[in-house]
């Protein structure tokens, strides 16, 4: 991948540019950043993970995406009832499922490879680590989480981390995961390529996920059974209603509204196949 330029790594804030071209595009879309900023600060603490409503438009219009990936997750997750008090999350990022879950109601752990600032909420517990050797005992936590991160894993690393997960939860493992598969009910590999082709154009740097999805390939449905036994799986984020947020959401100024374009048209095709997500759940008693 020599001389090819990237988007900033999503952990880190982009850097003021040198040039002065740089430094003049990072002054216009300010104003984009900031209002994206307040609208999360103002409506994502009411925001819901049962329903998309006016609420999630305004407080993840810009991210559309990742709601949908957490509240698939976040909502098996409440299915289990008094089996999910105690949360791990690998590959938490900064926020996590703590913009979700309320910290006085769960134990959560967040655990990331980088070096990340402390979550906002102390009540959280922060951790740098390996996802694929995890530094806790068996049975550590009620609930095991992934969200978008298995894919990230080299391949040679994607059942190490499948046993991990498993062996310190309790109760169950739930991941998200774009994916393919056999059949050709989930095609994120070409949802991915195209995406990353037009990330390139617009902004002249291909889409740093992407293109570690399309480097290491997405795990494939069969793949995710052999890993997970007797595991639930189903479809999550149609790939044309996931193309065109990811695509919309890109576009300064107007970005910000792609909730409302999700919720108006989008929402009512969310779930039907191709679809680009996988959401996993795996319980201790069986799928």
Not at 179 to 190: L, N
Not at 232 to 261: C, E, H, K, Y
Request: contains cysteine; aromatic residues 10%; charged residues 25%.
């Amino acid at each position: 991948m020599t001389d090819v330029r990237l988007s900033p790594p999503i952990y880190t804030k982009p850097a003021l540019g040198k040039s002065l071209t740089e430094r003049v595009v990072l002054a216009v879309f300010a104003p984009d950043f900031a209002m994206r900023r307040f609208l999360e600060r103002k409506f994502a603490r009411r925001a819901r993970t049962d329903r998309f409503g006016v609420i999630e438009a305004l407080a993840f219009g810009g991210r559309v995406d990742l709601w949908q990936r957490y509240a698939a997750v976040v909502e098996a997750a409440k299915a289990l009832g008094g089996g999910a008090r105690t949360v791990l999350e690998i590959g938490s990022g900064h926020k996590g499922v703590t913009q979700f879950l309320d910290p006085s109601r769960y134990q959560i752990c967040m655990l990331d490879p980088f070096f990340l600032p402390a979550p906002e909420d102390t009540r959280v517990r922060s951790i740098v680590a390996d996802g694929a050797v995890l530094p806790f005992r068996d049975g550590a936590f009620d609930v095991v989480i992934a969200v978008d991160a298995l894919e990230h894993f080299p391949r040679r690393q994607r059942a190490a981390f499948a046993a991990e997960t498993q062996r310190v939860a309790a109760n169950a493992v739930i991941i998200h995961v774009p994916a393919v598969s056999a059949d050709g009910r989930w095609d994120g590999m070409d949802l991915d390529r195209r995406f990353n082709t037009w990330h390139q154009r617009l902004s002249g740097m291909q889409d740093r996920n992407s293109v570690e999805h399309l480097q290491e390939g997405l795990p494939t449905v069969e793949e995710l059974q052999a890993f997970y036994p007797g595991a639930r799986i189903a479809g999550d984020q149609n790939g044309r209603v996931w193309l065109r947020s990811m695509l919309l959401t890109r576009i300064p100024f107007l970005g910000i509204l792609t909730g409302f374009v999700y919720l108006l048209w989008g929402k009512r095709d969310a779930h039907k196949p191709p679809w680009h997500g996988c959401l996993l759940v795996s319980t201790k008693s069986g799928g």
